[in-house]
Nanobody, 112 residues
């Protein structure tokens, strides 16, 4: 079955860290650019970060640049999003995506 499954979300205090994982199955993730998006409560889904197929190129939204790091382990068919210095405005459902396919999302809540 072709799917993306996110994990690693949760409740964290401001200034804390989380690492999200996106496990790909049913296809070879190394053939694709991979992306993270997020949807804050009551808002539109927005792009967060992207990584090239072999992982040499990464890009970030201005709102997360310097705090988030996208990476991939093609041997494990998995993409990661390391999130540091989290802020309440980072609260959202985070989605992994490749062309034509979305994961189900994982909730991240940043609150004291």
């Amino acid at each position: 079955q072709v799917q993306l499954v996110e994990s690693g979300g949760g409740l964290v205090q401001p200034g804390g860290s989380l690492r999200l994982s996106c496990a790909a199955s049913g296809f070879t993730a190394s053939s694709y650019f991979m992306h993270w998006y997020r949807q804050p409560p009551g808002k539109e889904r927005e792009w967060v970060a992207s990584i090239s197929d072999v992982g040499r190129r990464t890009t970030y939204a201005d709102s997360v640049k310097g705090r988030f790091t996208i990476s991939r382990d093609n041997a494990k068919n998995t993409v990661y999003l390391q999130m540091n210095s989290l802020k309440p405005e980072d609260t959202a459902v985070y989605y992994c995506q490749r062309v034509g396919l979305w994961g189900q999302g994982t909730q991240v809540t940043v609150s004291s």
